[in-house]
Every structure is written in C-alpha cells, then in structure tokens.
C-alpha cells in the first residue's frame, strides 16, 4: 500500500515523526502513468519504489518533487538516462540505485561526475554494479571532493568483477585519498573489507 505525505514540508522537525512522510510503492508499478496517478501528493520526503519494472522514461515525475530526500530505484529497469537530472533534484541526499543489472556503469559514473556536483547528496548506493577499476576510481575521487561538503558515504557492495591485482590498487588509492582529504570510511565494500583483512 502506497503513503503519502499528509504533512507541511515547512516543519522540518517533525517531518518524519509521521510514517506518512514515506511514500511507498509496493504494489507493481509498472508504466509512467501508473506512477503518475499514485504519485498524488505535491510534496514527498522519500520515495521507495524498487522492485518495480520501471524504466528511465517512467521517472520524468520525479524531477518536480524538489523536497524529495531520499529515493530507492534498486532493481529496476532503468539503464542510467534518468541519472543527470534525479541527481540534479536539489534536496536529494540519499539514492539507491542497487542490483539494477540494465544500469550502464558509463552513465552512472558521467552522471556522479558531471557539474554542478549533486550538493546535497550524502549517500550513494552503486552494488552490484559491475564497474571496471579505473570507473570506480572516478566515483571514489569524486566522492571525496564531494565530502568536504555533505557526502558521507559510497557504498560498493562486492567487488566480484574485480581480481586481486585490481582490487589492491583499488585500497591503495582510497589509503592515499583518505590521507589528503584527512576523511575516512566514506567508501563501504564488504569485497574491500576482505582484502583488508589479508594483506
């Protein structure tokens, strides 16, 4: 069952008091219309709507709902198109964009790289992505330029795509980041966490 927001966007402190600051998308979701007319509410906090079978083309609503904070696109259909202007929502502060196995990894990285940067964005979830070494490196650096303002975490997931080798240069450059931004444990990777353990 789907909730909608039923709350004055002004009152910061209380927003999520309420569970209604949650619109939830459990029932099948599967075209731009069905979204739409679901979507009824003029303002929302978090949206959840993975495990639906929408694609880029279905999440042009998205892009008017400026107060949106979080949003959980993880196992759709999407291919990555929808990335340069969900980054761009200006309250956005948590995307999940998880085990979408259509994602081009291209798309994703030109979108998390491209300016204006996402300011507001504090949490990413790429896993189960299968991003080769030298594009996870981009989105690692640019999620470091981004901690100085709001970022605090990248989460990877497992890193199965990559072989020891890579995965090795992979830590070694994090280890050199961490040292010349002074931040640390803004990348999450169960995968890296292993090699960590064994070196």
């Given at each position: 069952?789907?909730?909608?927001i039923?709350v004055?966007?002004?009152?910061?402190?209380?927003?999520?008091?309420n569970?209604n600051?949650?619109?939830k998308?459990?029932k099948?979701c599967?075209?731009?219309?069905?979204?739409?007319?679901?979507?009824?509410?003029?303002?929302y906090y978090?949206?959840d709507i993975?495990n639906?079978?929408?694609?880029?083309?279905?999440?042009?609503?998205?892009?008017?709902?400026?107060h949106?904070?979080?949003l959980?696109?993880s196992?759709?259909?999407?291919v990555g198109?929808c990335?340069?202007?969900?980054?761009?929502i200006p309250?956005?502060?948590?995307?999940?964009?998880?085990n979408?196995?259509a994602?081009?990894?291209n798309?994703?990285v030109?979108?998390?790289?491209?300016?204006?940067?996402p300011?507001?964005l504090?949490?990413l979830?790429i896993?189960?992505?299968?991003?080769?070494?030298?594009?996870l490196?981009?989105?690692?650096?640019r999620?470091?330029?981004?901690?100085?303002?709001r970022?605090?975490?990248?989460?990877?997931g497992?890193l199965?795509?990559?072989?020891?080798?890579?995965?090795k240069?992979?830590?070694?450059?994090?280890q050199?980041l961490?040292?010349?931004y002074?931040?640390?444990?803004?990348?999450?990777?169960?995968t890296?966490?292993?090699?960590?353990l064994?070196?």
């Amino acid at each position: 069952m789907m909730q909608r927001i039923s709350v004055d966007p002004s009152a910061e402190a209380s927003k999520y008091m309420n569970i209604n600051t949650v619109c939830k998308l459990s029932k099948k979701c599967a075209s731009k219309e069905t979204l739409e007319s679901l979507l009824t509410q003029s303002v929302y906090y978090r949206i959840d709507i993975r495990n639906n079978p929408l694609t880029d083309n279905d999440l042009d609503c998205l892009q008017s709902l400026s107060h949106l904070e979080m949003l959980n696109l993880s196992n759709t259909n999407i291919v990555g198109s929808c990335l340069p202007i969900i980054l761009q929502i200006p309250s956005l502060q948590q995307l999940n964009i998880a085990n979408n196995v259509a994602l081009a990894p291209n798309l994703v990285v030109s979108a998390f790289l491209a300016d204006p940067a996402p300011s507001q964005l504090e949490i990413l979830n790429i896993s189960g992505i299968s991003f080769d070494l030298m594009q996870l490196i981009g989105m690692i650096d640019r999620a470091f330029k981004l901690a100085k303002d709001r970022f605090k975490k990248l989460i990877l997931g497992e890193l199965a795509q990559l072989d020891m080798r890579e995965l090795k240069m992979l830590q070694t450059t994090i280890q050199k980041l961490e040292a010349e931004y002074q931040i640390v444990d803004i990348i999450e990777s169960s995968t890296l966490k292993q090699v960590a353990l064994y070196r």
